[in-house]
């Protein structure tokens, strides 16, 4: 069936620690994976995004690892801030004319001062 | 930066109401997304849509809802009679030619 799960619902980390949110994804023929935050009352914003062809991505304090073998992605937040607490999403888009996203769980990550 | 606008942010209904929930995705995007979100729970697909028409949609988007682009900037979900449990947030997002996707910021609808 389609899933794509997280291995931590929750994520405390000390401000300036490095956080590491793993996603696990099921469909093998996804050609493309986004992670979002989510706070509260309002909608997914794009962190950083990563194509099938690729295993790792930065971007500004942010890293995406893919690893299609066992279908684990992961996100890397370094110098882990406030402002960057919420709640994560993996996504992954089925390859198919529509393009759905499929969600994951999301994890919730708090960030203590 | 461009941005999907979604109206209203707050819905109250009564159930077996109508709804419907406006959108004004990016102007140049093409690909047009309803997704919704039970409070606490991940973001789920609805349906997808692209050339005036639906491209694939999920179990939840039965004969209740239906989708419209009317006049080439807005994007419409309605549910015909609402339920208890369509109570969530309603995002759409929409997407052009590349891998963007852009989300508004989500209607939240409440049926008592």
């Known amino acids: 069936g389609e899933s794509v799960g997280l291995h931590l619902p929750t994520l405390s980390v000390q401000e300036g620690d490095n956080s590491i949110i793993n996603c696990a994804y099921s469909n093998s023929a996804s050609d493309y994976f986004i992670w979002y935050k989510q706070e509260s009352g309002k909608g997914p914003q794009f962190i950083i995004d990563i194509r099938s062809n690729m295993d790792k991505r930065q971007g500004q304090r942010v890293t995406v690892l893919l690893n299609k073998t066992v279908k684990h992605l992961s996100l890397q937040i370094a110098a882990t801030q406030p402002g960057d607490s919420a709640v994560y999403f993996c996504?992954?888009?089925?390859?198919?004319?529509?393009?759905?996203?499929?969600f994951g769980q999301g994890t919730e990550l708090s960030v203590k001062p | 930066e461009p941005e999907v606008t979604q109206t209203p942010s707050h819905q109250v209904t009564q159930m077996g109401q109508e709804v419907i929930l406006r959108c004004v995705p990016i102007?140049?995007?093409?690909?047009f997304y309803w997704y919704r979100q039970i409070l606490g729970q991940k973001v789920e697909f609805l349906v997808s849509f692209y050339n005036n028409e639906i491209s694939e949609k999920s179990e939840i988007f039965d004969d209740q809802f239906s989708v419209e682009r009317p006049d080439g900037s807005n994007f419409t979900l309605k549910i015909r009679s609402t339920k208890l449990e369509d109570s969530a947030m309603y995002f759409c997002?929409?997407?052009?030619?590349?891998?963007?996707?852009?989300f508004g910021s989500g209607t939240r609808l409440t049926v008592v």
């Open positions: 102007s140049n995007h093409l690909y």
């Open positions: 996504a992954e888009r089925y390859y198919n004319q529509g393009g759905k996203l499929i």
């Open positions: 997002a929409s997407r052009g030619t590349g891998d963007g996707y852009t």
